[in-house]
Structures are given as structure tokens and as C-alpha cells.
């Protein structure tokens, strides 16, 4: 009969033997992998799929806290809105209302503080024009997209 410790020698070097062949394993196809051409296209054009989809042209449009010149554009239709506005120029003013609410980071409160600013029949005006601006913001997004896509 063997001894235990016959018996915990046969099953230390077994798993010895284990780890040694699933290390081996590993390697083996660690090789293979970083080998493979298929591979490499594949993680490359992942990759480049995600910096574009990171890169795309509504990344940073819409976070305003990162992007000054956004900011910037945002303050300056408010004040060209109003500035029109009290000149009684209604159609300016609602389009410089309109390119700030579309640049805005959220629009939906920002509609919530025209309507209680803004008189009734300017703000129907507004929102009469926001699909117009909607459609000609997505038609611009498209173009651009068109043009990164004819460099490529």
C-alpha cells in the first residue's frame, strides 16, 4: 500500500505537470495570436472604428463644459437673441434663440426658461423654427461626415 506521502508527491508533480502544460498552452496560442494577420487587421480596424465613433461629430458637441468656443457660441446667440428681440426684430431674434438652443447642453431646460420668458407669440415662433433647425443641423452633420469619409 502506498504512503501519503508517495500519494501527495504523485498529485504535487501532477499539478506540477498541469500548470506546466497549461503555461505551454497559454504561450502556444499567445504566438499564434499576436502571428495571425487576420488578427491584427481585425483589432486595427477596431480600433479604428472607436476613435471615430470617438471622434464623430456629436463627441464633443454636446457637452458644453468641455469646449469653450461652444460656450462661447452659446452666450453669444443668448445675448444676440435678446438684443434683437428688444429691437423688436422677432424673426432675428428667434434665429439666434434657436442656434443657441441647439447648441445648448440641455435643451430641454432651456426651453423651460424661454417659455416663461419669452412672450406667447415669440415663443410659438421658436418652436415653429426648431425642427428647421434640427433638420439643417443633421443635414450639416451628413455633409461632414460625407467629407471625413472622402479623405479616407
Same mark, same amino acid.
Given at each position: 500500500?502506498?504512503?501519503? #506521502?508517495?500519494?501527495?508527491?504523485?498529485?504535487?508533480?501532477?499539478?506540477?505537470?498541469?500548470?506546466?502544460?497549461?503555461?505551454?498552452?497559454?504561450?502556444?496560442?499567445?504566438?499564434?495570436? #499576436?502571428?495571425?494577420?487576420?488578427?491584427?487587421?481585425?483589432?486595427?480596424?477596431? #480600433?479604428?472604428?472607436?476613435?471615430?465613433?470617438?471622434?464623430?461629430?456629436?463627441?464633443?458637441?454636446?457637452?458644453?463644459?468641455?469646449?469653450?468656443?461652444?460656450?462661447?457660441?452659446?452666450?453669444?446667440?443668448?445675448?444676440?437673441?435678446?438684443?434683437?428681440?428688444?429691437?423688436?426684430?422677432?424673426?432675428?431674434?428667434?434665429?439666434?434663440?434657436?442656434?443657441?438652443?441647439?447648441?445648448?447642453?440641455?435643451?430641454?431646460?432651456?426651453?423651460?426658461?424661454?417659455?416663461?420668458?419669452?412672450?406667447?407669440?415669440?415663443?410659438?415662433?421658436?418652436?415653429?423654427?426648431?425642427?428647421?433647425?434640427?433638420?439643417?443641423?443633421?443635414?450639416?452633420?451628413?455633409?461632414?461626415?460625407?467629407?471625413?469619409?472622402? #479623405?479616407?
Amino acid at each position: 500500500m502506498p504512503s501519503v #506521502r508517495t500519494v501527495l508527491g504523485l498529485l504535487a508533480a501532477l499539478a506540477a505537470c498541469g500548470a506546466v502544460a497549461f503555461l505551454g498552452y497559454c504561450v502556444y496560442f499567445d504566438r499564434k495570436r #499576436r502571428g495571425d494577420p487576420a488578427i491584427r487587421r481585425r483589432l486595427r480596424d477596431k #480600433r479604428r472604428a472607436q476613435q471615430r465613433k470617438a471622434e464623430g461629430p456629436g463627441a464633443q458637441l454636446w457637452d458644453p463644459a468641455k469646449n469653450e468656443k461652444l460656450q462661447e457660441l452659446f452666450l453669444q446667440e443668448i445675448r444676440m437673441g435678446q438684443l434683437w428681440l428688444s429691437r423688436g426684430e422677432c424673426q432675428l431674434g428667434v434665429e439666434h434663440l434657436s442656434t443657441a438652443l441647439l447648441v445648448c447642453g440641455q435643451p430641454q431646460e432651456l426651453l423651460k426658461v424661454f417659455k416663461h420668458t419669452l412672450p406667447p407669440q415669440v415663443f410659438e415662433m421658436l418652436l415653429h423654427k426648431i425642427p428647421l433647425i434640427c433638420q439643417q443641423f443633421e443635414a450639416d452633420m451628413n455633409e461632414q461626415e460625407y467629407l471625413e469619409d472622402d #479623405r479616407d
